[in-house]
């Protein structure tokens, strides 16, 4: 959680997200001899994958946008007037 809330970057995000949703699993499959706990923490696996995947599309989006993951410079070229964003990059 720590990895995740201050990272600098994406890929920092990315992989603390991902521990969040480990730690999640490994949480609800603590009981793991009960078939309803089982089966729950399947689901929250299969869940936390389709957002994994939608994080990494995003984070590749503003790569190839942006070629970078640095939040800083993301969001100084988020913040630029309409005219300078397309050169922001440059």
């Given at each position: 959680?720590?990895?995740?809330?201050?990272?600098?970057?994406?890929?920092?995000?990315?992989?603390?997200?991902?521990?969040?949703?480990?730690?999640?699993?490994?949480?609800?499959?603590?009981?793991?001899?009960?078939?309803?706990?089982?089966?729950?923490?399947?689901?929250?696996?299969?869940?936390?994958?389709?957002?994994?995947?939608?994080?990494?599309?995003?984070?590749?989006?503003?790569?190839?946008?942006?070629?970078?993951?640095?939040?800083?410079?993301?969001?100084?070229?988020?913040?630029?007037?309409?005219?300078?964003?397309?050169f922001c990059n440059m």
């Open positions: 959680m720590l990895m995740l809330v201050t990272g600098d970057n994406f890929l920092q995000l990315f992989l603390g997200w991902d521990g969040v949703g480990l730690a999640s699993y490994l949480l609800i499959h603590f009981w793991f001899t009960r078939l309803q706990a089982d089966k729950a923490a399947i689901k929250a696996m299969l869940v936390n994958r389709v957002g994994d995947f939608g994080l990494a599309l995003g984070i590749f989006g503003c790569f190839t946008l942006f070629q970078t993951v640095d939040f800083s410079t993301i969001f100084a070229c988020a913040s630029a007037p309409r005219n300078e964003w397309i």
